[in-house]
């Protein structure tokens, strides 16, 4: 069994065929989902899509595109979101200076608050970091202390970040990108996480893997990015689906 821990089954690329893509990645042994809501509104999309889905699990966040635009009154109903069943996690949240949608300032702030919520209720976080690795660390280090429970989203980092993140206890997961043709430096990467470490993503409806490439991505598709792993790990297949389901478990208490 695999375990996609970041999809987005709530956009609208989905929403002619959602339960069908659904269907098919459970057919292609996708045992358990985790939609992960990237807007207020994509979080309560999240939420209701885990309701209807047994085996589909939801994390409550906002994304940093939306820093500048989020008021108090949309943080209380994301608050409550935090408390619902279905929620198993933070996110996702973090900084983009590479798209830059946001301020600075107004990325750091929501980043912040979104940490000391999940840290009070003992939630693990998603992190989303792009071109924003010192940032993202010494926020991480100011609300966390030195260990933080949670997933570097999409890995994009150096083996220095690599480094510092692992020393954090954190969690990384690589998305299909990992199977681009000009990936060698990602899979460089990716050889250096202890498979304890590791998860599996696919950011769907975002980033199909190579065989795919330009088209819609969905959770069946995880396994191209198992294969890649066990691949540049020299594992099976079955060591890798293994691994990285019982992290996904122990991370989000699935
Ligand atoms: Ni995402």
Same mark, same amino acid.
């Given at each position: ?12 690329? *989905? ?9 098919? #990645? ?12 990237? #807007? ?10 885990? +309701? ?11 994304? &940093? ?6 008021? +108090?009154? /949309? ?55 792009? /071109? ?47 199977? *681009? ?23 769907? &409806?975002?980033?199909? &893997? ?45």
């Amino acid at each position: 069994m695999l375990i996609d821990t970041h999809c987005h089954l709530d956009f609208k690329d *989905f929403a002619s065929d959602r339960q069908e893509v659904i269907k098919r #990645s459970r057919a292609e042994g996708v045992g358990l989902m985790i939609n992960v809501g990237s #807007s207020l509104e994509g979080t309560l999309s999240s939420i209701e899509i885990a +309701e209807k889905n047994e085996f589909i699990y939801a994390a409550a966040g906002i994304h &940093p595109h939306d820093a500048d635009n989020v008021s +108090e009154a /949309d943080l209380e109903v994301l608050k409550k979101c935090f408390e619902r069943e279905k929620v198993v996690a933070v996110g996702e949240i973090g900084l983009d200076y590479y798209r830059n949608i946001s301020s600075k300032d107004g990325q750091k702030r929501l980043f912040t608050k979104l940490l000391d919520e999940a840290k009070a209720r003992d939630l693990p976080v998603i992190i989303h970091n792009r /071109d924003a690795h010192q940032d993202t660390l010494a926020i991480l280090k100011d609300v966390m202390g030195g260990t933080v429970k949670g997933v570097m989203h999409c890995f994009s980092g150096d083996r220095a970040f690599l480094e510092n993140c692992l020393g954090m206890g954190l969690f990384v997961s690589f998305t299909c990108n990992l199977t *681009f043709k000009n990936a060698d430096r990602l899979r460089e990467i990716a050889g250096l996480v202890p498979i304890e470490m590791l998860l599996l993503e696919t950011d769907a &409806p975002f980033l199909a &893997p190579q065989v795919f490439r330009g088209r819609r991505n969905e959770p069946s598709y995880v396994r191209y990015l198992a294969e890649e792993i066990a691949r540049i790990k020299g594992l099976s297949f079955d060591q890798v689906a293994d691994g990285t389901t019982n992290n996904a478990k122990k991370l989000f208490g699935l």
